[in-house]
């Protein structure tokens, strides 16, 4: 099984798990052991899952003004949250890499592979829900016709991505490719790089 078919399996997994109750304060139940990286992708997964909801409730035009900058921070720190995971995700791969004997002519990728993982779960949500548009039995066949479309999209590019991972992948394990990572460096976050909190 390739890398990507093993993320692809797991983040269905993680959104099916999430619909069973399909509530955002439904604690994760995460099956992998911790060391493992289906543990990280899983996780990666439900966390996106949850805040996908998170997105759709604060954009109703009724909520509570309360509720809604309560919701706000609830995804600010889900944000921070889907960040440190994507950094986890890289780090197992530069230890994955790390004994690769890097060629003289190997060329730098624009993102890290976490990164690409990181829109491959985005990717299985979105199909999720587009399939959902398609099922819809109080649509309009005008509106489903137009979601398959879209759902047709997704899937290609799904298929593409996974690809694209897998290429990526192989490239660094035969030294083709070297990783080199980022570090995410949020300054809003920081009270001491965020002028609105440190001039307080």
Known sequence: MSF????NN??????TDYHIKDD????????????????????KCWIDTVQWHFEDIIRDPHIDPVEAL???RRIDRSNQ??????????????QRYSDVNVLPDAR????????????????????????EQVERTDATEEHRKKCQAKLNILLEQQRDLSLAIDQLL??????RKYMKVYRQMKMYNDPSTNPVLYKK
Not at 10 to 15: G, L, M, P
Not at 170 to 175: E, L
Request: with cysteine; net charge negative; charged share 25%.
């Open 170 to 175: 192989d490239d660094i394990q035969a030294g």
């Open 10 to 15: 797991i983040f269905n997994k993680a959104i």
């Open 4 to 7: 990507s078919q093993l993320c």
């Open 70 to 72: 309560s919701l706000k």
């Open 81 to 94: 949250d889907r960040t440190d995971l994507v950094e986890q995700i890289d780090s197992y791969f530069r």
């Open 24 to 43: 955002i304060e439904t604690p994760i139940n995460n099956p992998y052991e911790r060391n493992e990286i289906e543990n990280r992708l899983y996780l």
């Open 108 to 131: 730098l990728n624009t993102e890290s592979p976490a990164w690409a993982v990181d829109r491959l779960s985005i990717l299985a949500l979105k199909i999720y829900h587009m399939r």
